[in-house]
């Protein structure tokens, strides 16, 4: 196993200062140039650090916990770990997930992370809201995921709601679609209120009025493919912006049943590019994909930023579907999401 003394061996320098560089407390004090022969020789040399023998040095663990509600039995929890999972590796950390339900469940949770003695923590919500943070865990470095602090503390990432109506909104603008309804969620949440505001802004910048005839808010339920089919018959749209792609499935049901084609007839744009819906779908849904691998990224980088009070400027990033905003971005971070485009939108 190769030393921090073979490596000052190496370069001509001294352990210490081999040892500031490869903990990356090296700003300001070893050369730029120092720095980086000490890095490449390590790299080549397949230095490994020791996390026990830091972690007693530190009073670190290089640890990190997740902790989530519902997210871990939902078809997209999968990203934002992964991205979580992603990051930490990359940044020398581990990552331990618990899945709450109730507060004193999340409670319980949350004091078994801290027996592992974790660095620091993430705390992830569904569907974009604002969220109370428990009191175990406020004097701990913290991020949210898919979640904004209500007080207004803590840094947290979420989506670009109002970039996400506003887009798909304007691609059905595009695709010459003169009566462009929106199929809401009827549950009070920041991707509500968000894709709202930008389908509305969407169609001023474009020169529509705005007709609160063309909206409707609803679950995903019985009443919801009626209300669906209501709007049809009442108002003909030629084009509809769903809040998620299980929206969508109402508007595919509804043209089908009036002999309407998806694509020709009337454009689909949805939000999530869920795989059961987004690649089943006859034609595939165009669709919004949210950016559940970047948050899961971006909030453990910020995390680690906060934990070890830099800004990981020399992190080199991975190549994402939707750019990842800057550590220092205002709170709450908001990543773009791209649209997709698949076969639902004529021209």
């Not at 109402?250 to 007839?265: H, I, K, M, N, S």
Request: glycine share 8%.
């Amino acid at each position: 196993m190769t030393t921090m003394k073979e490596i000052a061996k190496q370069t001509g320098v001294s352990v210490s200062t081999v040892s500031l560089v490869l903990n990356h407390r090296d700003e300001g004090r070893v050369k730029s140039e120092i720095a980086a022969t000490i890095r490449e020789t390590a790299t080549r040399l397949g230095y490994k650090s020791n996390p026990l023998a830091r972690s007693l040095r530190t009073g670190k663990t290089r640890i990190l916990g997740f902790v989530s509600e519902q997210i871990a039995t939902t078809p997209y929890a999968g990203g934002i770990i992964l991205g979580a999972q992603d990051a930490a590796s990359a940044l020398g950390y581990m990552l331990l997930t618990v899945n709450t339900e109730g507060r004193a469940n999340e409670d319980s949770e949350i004091a078994a992370l801290k027996r592992y003695g974790v660095d620091g923590f993430m705390y992830a919500k569904m569907s974009n809201r604002y969220a109370d943070v428990p009191d175990v865990l406020r004097d701990y470095p913290l991020v949210l995921v898919d979640a904004t602090d209500r007080a207004g503390v803590y840094p947290s990432v979420e989506p670009d709601e109002f970039r996400i109506a506003y887009d798909a909104t304007t691609r059905l603008v595009q695709a010459g679609c003169e009566r462009i309804a929106y199929v809401g969620c009827a549950e009070n949440m920041i991707a509500q209120t968000g894709r709202a505001e930008g389908y509305r802004r969407a169609l001023e910048d474009a020169g529509r009025a705005y007709d609160e005839s063309l909206v409707i808010s609803v679950l995903n339920n019985g009443p919801a493919l009626q209300a669906v089919s209501d709007l049809f018959d009442r108002e003909h749209p030629d084009g509809f912006f769903c809040f998620n792609d299980a929206r969508a499935w109402y508007v595919y049901e509804c043209a089908a049943r009036r002999g309407l084609t998806v694509g020709r007839d009337i454009s689909v744009v949805g939000v999530d590019n869920h795989r059961v819906f987004a690649e089943t779908f006859y034609p595939q849904l165009t669709t919004v994909e949210l950016p559940h691998y970047e948050m899961g990224y971006w909030a453990t980088m910020k995390l680690v930023s906060l934990i070890e009070d830099r800004d990981l400027a020399d992190v080199a990033l991975p190549k994402t579907t939707a750019p990842l905003p800057p550590l220092d971005a205002p709170i709450p971070a908001k990543i773009h999401c791209t649209l997709i485009e698949k076969g639902s939108v004529r021209g």
